[in-house]
């Protein structure tokens, strides 16, 4: 595609990409420097050819709406690895190729100057590609530096130095090959296939002043039509253009009896099944990453002895997602709007375990705060396990905080004296059962004393101002007392710890308990509505006063 159609890009830095690295259970069995005439008494090869073009360094899957992306590298990768290796199963040998405009366009595309997608290109295999007008976009050194990067051959019939009137030397396979870059001959099976690079003659307008300085672009016809002769009796001839449609059918009208399948590129083009301009089957597999295209070829002898063999060809185009998607959208659909709202803004992440030294989490500190803010509570407890993932820092999505808290537990006030309080926290220390999180109090224990003996104190916190549901600033410890055995207190907690869950029976022994109808999801959203930018809590809850393991054991 043209500058003016497209635009260009700009870049700010190398980004490294992660690639694929998966490798395939079956070999590729195509020989890549093979030179064999036509086996001698074959009957029937049947061959797939998977394409694409137009890739402009999509390395990442393109947002297209709300909510769903389309493409990216990766997923295109291993969409033509299953397809390669099903193909190869099936007794029948692949070629994989490209029709150019392969890394201009995107951050990491520019950013490398190409090399990202090369070496992508270079694990999956590629057979050849045709050179494109984007790959001048930084100057023939850089297309040079690629060719030389690229562990298959770069293609371009008609791309001739000004000086000399060669083309150039990088292309082709750089080792002595007798087509030097205007072709490739392979042998695939019993097949000599053909593979003839031509880009657009148009070059000049469609690229930047001086970015193709000391090149010119011969008419495809004109050249294609010498390039046939000198690839002499291949089985299969495939032309790999960046011409853009139009120029390919004239090509395909020009010739119908010397070639048989055109893969294209440059217009943007989206040919499901591929177009037949007579026996000639041109394709195109649309742009950016978001699919490939498949040409399933079959390929006979000719009925006499000199006249070229049959070939049956049809094409599809395969896109990077399953069909386990229409499935799933009109869910995903219902459900987006709302999980995609956001619900709090953090400081910092907050961890779904321990810090080093410390027995509480960020996390359940959060819970168990915002507990005790909206139970209007003297204490409040939360089973850790209760929490399954940390949130992030900045943006919170409601759907981090339901993955946070997926349970439906709802927040429950109760009354419980001190006895009863030391009861269940010193049944918690000694059989190291699912660990607590408590707000409201410190705990001072020794892990290393005999069981019954491992609560050493509970100290009760007081607030200044009086926590409220709702209040803007966090409240401002202001002293301590010891734990009354005698008194009663109001604890805030969820009904699943007060039903006595994870083996936390002593809950069940209050009183005056009082089932609220809010979620913890619900209490916590509520809590941080009010708390721009929550930092996590300092206040030590446990502490341990001899050194020893974490009484959770993990």
């Given amino acids: 595609m043209s500058q003016r159609q497209e635009g260009r890009g700009s870049w700010c830095g190398l980004l490294a990409v992660a690639l694929i690295g998966v490798p395939l259970a079956v070999l590729l069995g195509v020989s890549t420097e093979a030179r064999a005439p036509l086996t001698k008494g074959w009957t029937e090869q049947a061959l797939t050819i998977l394409h694409t073009n137009d890739l402009h360094g999509q390395v990442h899957p393109r947002e297209e709406g709300a909510r769903s992306e389309r493409g990216g590298l990766l997923a295109l990768g291993r969409a033509i690895r299953a397809e ?90 750089q080792k002595g090959d007798p087509l030097d870059g ?29 970015r193709t300085e000391g090149l010119s672009f011969q008419p495809e016809i004109e050249v294609l039509e010498k390039v046939l002769e000198r690839v002499g009796e291949a089985d299969l001839r495939v032309v790999l253009t960046h011409c853009g449609l139009e120029t390919d059918r004239a090509l395909a009208e020009r010739f119908q009896t010397q070639i048989d399948v055109i893969v294209g590129g440059h217009s943007h083009t989206r040919l499901e099944a591929g177009e037949r301009v007579g026996r000639v089957l041109i394709v195109q597999a649309w742009k950016q990453s978001r699919c490939f295209g498949k040409v399933e070829l079959r390929v006979t002898p000719g009925p006499r002895p000199g006249e070229r063999p049959r070939v049956e060809a049809e094409s599809s185009l395969i896109g990077t997602s399953s069909d386990l998607e229409a499935v799933l959208e009109p869910h995903l659909e219902q459900i987006g709007p709302e999980a995609n709202r956001v619900v709090a ?160 029976v002593g809950f069940k022994e209050a009183t005056k308990r009082e089932d609220h109808k809010l979620t913890l999801r619900e209490v916590v959203e509520r809590y941080l509505s009010t708390r721009e930018g929550y930092l996590p809590s300092t206040q030590q809850r446990w ?12």
């Fill in 84 to 173: 390669r290796e099903a193909s190869l199963l099936a007794g029948r040998p692949v070629l994989l190729l490209d029709a150019g405009d392969f890394f201009q366009g995107t951050l990491e595309g520019d950013g490398s100057r190409g090399a990202v997608v090369v070496d992508w290109m270079n694990k999956l295999r590629y057979d050849a590609v045709t050179v494109g007008n984007h790959e001048f976009d930084f100057g023939p050194s850089v297309m040079t530096d690629l060719a030389r990067r690229a562990e298959f051959p770069f293609l371009g019939a008609n791309i001739r130095s000004e000086v000399t009137g060669q083309i150039p030397a990088w292309l082709g396979s």
């Fill in 543 to 554: 502490v341990r006063i001899a050194p020893a393991e974490s009484p959770d054991g993990r």
């Fill in 182 to 210: 205007s072709a490739v001959i392979r042998q695939v099976g019993a097949l000599k296939v053909a593979i003839i690079g031509l880009t657009t003659s148009d070059m000049k307008r469609v690229t930047a002043q001086g």
């Fill in 345 to 504: 803004e953090l400081g910092e992440r907050l961890s779904v375990r321990p810090a080093p030294g410390r027995h509480s989490s960020a996390l359940g500190d959060l819970v168990v705060d915002a507990l005790l803010s909206e139970g209007e509570a003297d204490l409040a407890f939360h089973n850790r396990y209760g929490t399954r993932t940390s949130l992030p820092a900045g943006k919170v999505l409601y759907r981090h905080l339901y993955e946070t808290l997926p349970f439906d537990n709802r927040l429950v006030t109760l009354t419980l004296t001190g006895a009863q309080i030391e009861g269940l926290v010193s049944a918690y220390l000694d059989e190291t059962s699912a660990p607590l999180e408590i707000s409201g109090a410190t705990v001072e224990f020794n892990p290393k004393n005999p069981k019954g003996q491992r609560l050493l104190s509970i100290r009760v916190l007081e607030f200044k101002p009086k926590i409220r549901p709702g209040q803007r600033e966090p409240s401002r410890v202001v002293g301590s007392s010891p734990l009354d055995p005698q008194r009663t207190y109001r604890v805030a907690t969820h009904d699943f710890l007060a039903n006595g869950g994870d083996g936390h």
